[in-house]
């Protein structure tokens, strides 16, 4: 069946770049997704990349795609303490079980 | 439209009771999605509405589920005789259409969620 993977936790100090790295088994999804949910805070989507693109870059977030291997990773640039959250990678209805992500002064 | 709402945001129930939760979905989205998500874990996928249809209940937790969408407006998801391990934050969420199917979509709006406790 349809599954989605993370590592649980990353963290990083301020002003470094963080990579979240997440597979998928669901080669149909036209769209993949990154969603943040701070805590104590609803899901909130950050970002999409559509399945036929193998990069998409906003602002400080960049977006890689290997379709081949089934690999999606988030990127962000100068990463700050207010980037603290739980990151979770979706493909269609799916969600991977999210990356908590700390960020040390 | 101030995006997806739900209610009640908490809902304290006893073992047994039935418990219904209701989802307001952006106007002018036309899928609504109901998913659970327990401490620690993403967001369970539980079923989903395109208008009024419910394509997807494979994945509903028991019979004990149901959802509806009877205007293709909002939603209730309902819970029969609750059990301690259904106690976990209810999301429901909404999104638009582009392109074909529900694999096309631009992403979801997610609603605060209704937290269920079963004692």
């Known amino acids: 069946g349809e599954d989605v993977e993370q590592s649980l936790f990353l963290s990083v100090r301020e002003g470094d770049s963080s990579v979240i790295n997440c597979t998928y088994t669901d080669s149909s999804s036209t769209y993949l997704y990154w969603y943040k949910q701070e805590p104590g805070a609803g899901l909130q989507l950050l970002t999409y990349?559509?399945?036929?693109?193998d990069m998409k870059q906003d602002q400080r977030l960049t977006v890689l795609l290997n379709k081949k291997d089934k690999h999606l990773s988030l990127r962000i640039a100068d990463t700050q303490t207010g980037d603290s959250a739980i990151y979770f990678c979706?493909?269609?209805?799916?969600f991977g079980q999210g990356t908590e992500l700390s960020v040390k002064p | 439209d101030t995006g997806v709402s739900q209610n009640p945001r908490h809902k304290i129930t006893k073992r047994g009771q039935n418990v219904t939760f209701r989802c307001d979905p952006i106007s002018e989205h036309n899928r609504l999605y109901w998913y659970r998500q327990t401490l620690g874990q993403g967001p369970e996928f539980l079923t989903y509405?395109?208008?009024?249809?419910?394509?997807?209940k494979s994945r509903l937790l028991s019979d004990r589920f149901s959802a509806e969408r009877p205007k293709g407006s909002f939603s209730t998801l309902e819970i029969q005789r609750t059990e301690q391990g259904d106690s976990a934050m209810y999301l429901c969420?909404?999104?638009?259409?582009?392109?074909?199917?529900?694999?096309?979509?631009?992403?979801?709006?997610f609603g605060s969620g209704t937290r269920l406790t079963v004692v």
């Open positions: 969420a909404s999104s638009g259409v582009g392109g074909t199917g529900v694999r096309a979509n631009y992403g979801y709006t």
């Open positions: 979706a493909e269609t209805l799916i």
């Open positions: 509405f395109q208008n009024e249809a419910q394509l997807e």
């Open positions: 990349i559509f399945s036929n693109m």
